[in-house]
């Protein structure tokens, strides 16, 4: 075991979690498997860098620093998955407020024929 | 760049006339055609030059790397049709000025007509085929604008929609014939593909460029089997088709065939092709034409007859037939937009354009009644007006050509469209203005205003001068004009002359007005024949075929669009997944050399601990609150992870997001459904995890891959740069406030579009349904105290001291773990905590700054503090710092950057506390109505029984 496995199986976990809860039929699972999926994402990003200990990117006259560009942008990939799943939270929020259903799926019957309708 | 002008000053001046409709309409016609006139002057200042036998060049490069370029050229083909296209463009605007009646919305149609202008002129003027290839897209999209501008009435919308499916259909054969073409020349500039006629012709691609754009030119100049829209079209004002269906849109497929005849003409296939369906045209059309009530429809079939009369000389590919169909060209733009005209003026004071319902006109309407017979008497092709002129010249040529060894078949079947021709134009001179007049009109007609009718006579005095005197008048323009079309070759022996002797052509004309008069004078018997045969309707084919072609696309796309987002995404994952997979199986995937780090106990347990939390929330994600929790545990291991490999900066950050976060999906469950359904299907589950543990074992291997191998990296500039360069320390905020400042000031928009975005989706939550839902909910589990007071007191008290930390992390942010984005989520959360313990009512009221107002400060500080390195002549957002020495602190340093991280920060606070303070006041609704106001304040206990007396009072 290696901390480089067990980042990997970390990463792997989370995304099969996410994969699996946004295959779900209602909102919040969706929505909590994209929460699992931004911490999977950004973790991978992160670990392009590869990983080393006690070598923060701040400079003070040691020898090496870990790399600071991936570092950079999952920082903001950080905030702006806050973004995208309050966005999302409140999509889905609002769609049960007005349909009084949380599912990712339309009906089968119904919303066609509406459309039909309207295009004559 | 001067010729580019000539495109683009109609183009834009398109504007103007919606502006200056305003001022009336008298203003918006003179403001219309003065840009119309400023683009001819300029067009007619090169003319000298053009006549000298110059070719005027104007460009720049626009996309090199496809071969696209902005580049015109203006040659003698060039200047005559731009020259028609302004010109009668002039005359159209002046007559519908008068023709539009008072509600009609003058400045809309001027706008449409100068775009259409200026995108016919890029046709002709382009040398670039890809431009051309725009702008002929661009005149199918203008003339759908026009025919439909009565979007009121059923025919307009139909007629347009049918025009904008042939014409632009046309368009993208055309796209792909020029791009063959563009392949085969070597080079997409028309200067040098008219060169390459020969390379073109021996190459392979040959044959399909010249059925692409053969088929293109048909559908726009409407050249059977692909007539049929033009006469729909004519449900357009008459301006309009005047304008675009006897001048100039029309002309655009000839045009194309003239553009490209030393390119493409000359071999057997295109002579083989285009001369009978030329002749076809001619012949079929002109037979329709003798039959039709409708002047319009007589004329749309007219010009289509026409429009086939000179395709067929173009299919000729001898330099004389050249020349005659430069010259008709001529001719038919002055006779035809002047009969259309007329046919205008005779619906608008007559108040019918039927024939049967017609007569008499010309003692009611002496002035345009004249007009109209001189225009007719062309169309015919009677001597002395140019239309006999160029249709001698056509008798001629075809009298010339045989075709498949027979000699007669072309002239004859040339002779017998003359003869319909003349038939035709007796009939429409005859019915609308000789014949008797019927007992009563719609209206009684009279000759309309001197506007109307002065754009027909100026046409019909060029149909007399060319008819009289042609060399003198045409002649330099028709020669200079075929010159361009024949490319290199030599200009034929011919002489633009009335008389030329007794030739074959003049026999096959004559034989023609002898027919023609046959034909008028058995007239009653042939509609009676004709009637009882089968005719195919073509709008019910087409439409037929539209409806085909829609449950077509309807069935494929039940098929694929179910509505089901598990769906998609199932197979978007699939998808990757599978691709992963190939990819990763077909390269080399020896084990990474790189020396893997040891692990402590410290790491394995928070290990396990995110596999339990994982798996734990696969078999209780139906409930949700506890989903929420163990996510949250998911994340802050995330966190401790980063923290552990040298990233305290997204430590810091994720752990603040986690809280914000969390915050904000309790709220939201406070009004979903604490509990997700179970969902049945042992088989959905087995195929949902398979995928899932597809992508998980995908992504393992693959980050397990690259981590266990080295690489060199862009980031020791970075790492270099960050002191001497950025004034930090602290790598990654110079990064993200300096080096890559562009992206964040990018993310921070991002961010606040959206905060916007929930606000808009919240903000009219509580009207309609939403609301009415929402007043229904009652808590299921009410606490006994909303607020308790415990955490009043302990968020209220925490307050100063978490902005104070805030603002320590801000600081420090460039030197030290920190900065704008950590700082405002802190800061944001400390705010949030308000609402969360003392209520939306409380906090909005004590609340001294708008979140919008926050937002909007951040992205301008941001923007700003990028503007002003523009100032000092830096590019933009280029920082730049100073250390300062302020007595009792000491040295500090001071940094653009810090006001750029500012703004950062702001973003983050706005988007936070817009998002999260929208959503609870929300919630609010959703609690006990009215929403307690601040139970833990001291006024308390009398609010509450304050609201206690109104309840038992009701």
């Known amino acids: 075991m290696s901390m480089e496995f067990l980042v990997a199986s970390g990463i792997g976990l989370m995304s099969a979690v996410g994969i699996y809860l946004i295959l779900r039929r209602y909102t919040f699972s969706v929505i909590i498997g994209m929460v699992f999926l931004s911490y999977a994402v950004n973790l991978f990003l992160f670990a392009m860098g590869r990983l080393k200990i006690n070598e923060p990117p701040i400079i003070s006259g040691a020898s090496s620093y870990t790399d600071p560009l991936p570092q950079a942008l999952v920082l903001t990939a950080i905030v702006i998955s806050f973004a995208m799943t309050a966005l999302i939270v409140v999509l889905a929020l609002r769609g049960f407020l007005e349909t009084g259903s949380d599912r990712v799926e339309l009906e089968p019957a119904g919303s066609r024929k509406a459309e039909d309708m309207s295009a004559k | ?954």
């Open chain 2, 1 to 954: 760049m001067q010729i580019s002008l000539i495109v683009l000053i109609p183009l834009l001046g398109a504007l103007l006339p919606l502006l200056t409709i305003r001022s009336g309409r008298n203003v918006c016609t003179f403001v219309t055609a003065s840009v119309s006139a400023v683009s001819l002057a300029l067009l007619m200042a090169h003319a000298p030059a053009v006549y000298r036998g110059e070719v005027v060049r104007a460009g720049f490069e626009w996309a090199p790397q496809i071969g696209l370029s902005f580049s015109f050229f203006l040659d003698g083909l060039g200047l005559f049709f731009a020259a028609m296209i302004l010109g009668i463009g002039l005359l159209v605007i002046v007559y519908a000025r008068f023709y539009l009646k008072r509600q009609d919305p003058m400045g809309r149609f001027f706008a449409y007509l100068l775009m259409f202008q200026g995108a016919m002129l890029g046709v002709v003027l382009s040398e670039n085929i890809l431009l051309l290839v725009i702008f002929w897209e661009l005149t199918s999209l203008t003339s759908f604008l026009l025919i439909g501008y009565w979007s009121h009435l059923p025919e307009g919308r139909q007629g347009a929609r049918m025009a904008l499916v042939v014409t632009a259909g046309g368009g993208l054969l055309l796209m792909g014939g020029m791009l063959l073409l563009g392949q085969a020349a070597g080079s997409f500039e028309l200067g040098e593909i008219l060169q390459r006629g020969d390379v073109i012709q021996a190459s392979p691609l040959y044959v399909p460029i010249l059925l692409l754009v053969l088929a293109c030119a048909f559908t726009k100049s409407a050249q059977f089997p692909f007539h049929f829209w033009l006469p729909h079209a004519m449900a357009a004002p008459t301006p309009v088709s005047a304008y675009l269906h006897s001048a100039t849109m029309v002309k655009a497929g000839v045009f194309l065939l003239a553009r490209l005849w030393p390119a493409l003409a000359g071999g057997d296939l295109w002579f083989l092709i285009v001369t009978p369906v030329g002749l076809a045209t001619m012949v079929i059309a002109a037979w329709i034409a003798l039959f039709k009530d409708d002047l319009k429809a007589i004329l749309a079939y007219s010009t289509v007859s026409h429009l086939g009369l000179m395709t067929m000389l173009l299919g000729f590919a001898t330099p004389l037939a050249a020349v005659a169909c430069a010259f008709h060209i001529l001719n038919h733009a002055t006779f035809k937009a002047a009969l259309f005209m007329s046919a205008g003026i005779v619906d608008h004071e007559a108040g019918t354009r039927n024939i049967k319902r017609l007569g008499g006109l010309a003692y009611l309407m002496p002035v345009s009644a004249t007009l109209a017979l001189i225009a007719s008497a062309s169309m015919a092709g009677a001597p002395l007006f140019n239309g006999f002129l160029s249709k001698e010249m056509m008798l001629e040529s075809a009298a010339l050509t045989n075709y498949f060894d027979n000699t007669w078949i072309v002239p004859a079947a040339a002779a017998l469209a003359a003869a319909l021709s003349v038939a035709y134009s007796v009939r429409f001179a005859y019915g609308v203005y000789l014949a008797p007049a019927p007992a009563q009109f719609p209206h009684p007609p009279h000759d309309p205003p001197f506007g109307m009718w002065a754009p027909v006579a100026l046409l019909c005095v060029l149909v007399v001068a060319i008819g009289i005197a042609p060399g003198l008048i045409a002649g330099p323009i028709v020669a200079r004009t075929s010159q361009a079309i024949i490319g290199s070759a030599e200009l034929p022996q011919y002489t633009l002359a009335l008389w030329h002797g007794v030739t074959p052509a003049l026999l096959l004309s004559l034989a023609a007005f002898a027919i023609g008069a046959l034909l008028l004078a058995i007239f009653g018997p042939l509609e009676r024949l004709r009637e009882r045969f089968f005719r195919p309707e073509a709008k019910a084919i087409f439409d037929c075929g539209v409806l085909a072609s829609v449950r077509a696309a309807r069935t494929i796309t039940d098929a694929l669009h179910t509505g089901s987002l598990s769906r998609y995404l199932a197979i978007i994952s699939i998808v990757i997944v599978a691709l992963g997979f190939v990819g990763g199986l077909s390269g080399g995937h020896a084990a990474g050399l790189r020396p893997t780090l040891p692990v402590n106990l410290v790491a394995v347990v928070l290990w396990a601990l995110l596999i339990a939390a994982c798996v734990a929330v696969v078999f209780a994600h139906h409930n949700r609150l506890l989903t929420l929790i163990l996510t949250s545990i998911v994340g802050l291991v995330t966190s401790l992870a980063f923290l552990q490999f040298s990233a305290p900066d997204l430590a810091l950050t994720q752990i603040s997001v986690e809280v914000v976060t969390t915050i904000f999906l309790l709220l939201a469950l406070n009004l979903l459904p604490k509990q997700t359904p179970l969902e049945p299907g042992m088989a959905r589950h087995l195929r949902d995890g398979s995928i899932a543990l597809g992508a998980g074992l995908g992504a393992a291997w693959l980050a397990y891959a690259v981590m266990t191998r080295d690489f060199s990296s862009i980031s020791d500039y970075h790492l270099a740069q960050s002191k001497p360069g950025g004034g930090g320390t602290n790598v990654v905020n110079v990064i993200l406030v300096d080096i890559r400042g562009f992206d964040t000031f990018g993310e921070i928009i991002v961010l606040c579009i959206a905060a916007l975005a929930i606000f808009a989706l919240l903000d009219n939550a509580l009207q309609g349904a939403a609301a009415r839902r929402l007043a229904a909910m009652r808590q299921s589990v009410e606490s006994a105290d909303a607020h308790p007071l415990v955490l009043v007191v302990a968020t209220r008290a925490l307050l100063p001291l978490a902005i104070t930390v805030g603002f320590y992390i801000f600081l420090r942010g460039h030197n030290q773990p920190g900065g704008g984005f950590i700082a405002g989520l802190i800061v944001a959360s400390a705010m949030m905590m308000q609402y969360m313990a003392s209520g939306y009512a409380w906090t909005v009221a004590r609340a001294r700054f708008d979140a919008h107002a926050l937002l909007g400060a951040g992205v301008l500080i941001a923007g700003l503090t990028g503007l002003g390195s523009l100032a000092f002549g830096r590019p933009f957002l280029t920082s730049s710092f100073g250390y300062f020495h302020i007595p009792l602190i000491g040295e500090i340093e001071l940094a653009t950057a810090m006001l750029f991280d500012a703004g950062v920060f702001l973003a983050v606070v706005g988007t936070v506390l817009l998002s999260l303070s929208q959503l609870s006041r929300v919630e609010g609704r959703a609690e006990r109505n009215p929403a307690p106001e601040g139970p833990s304040d001291i006024r308390l206990p009398r609010a509450r029984s304050a609201a206690a007396t109104s309840g038992e009072s009701k």
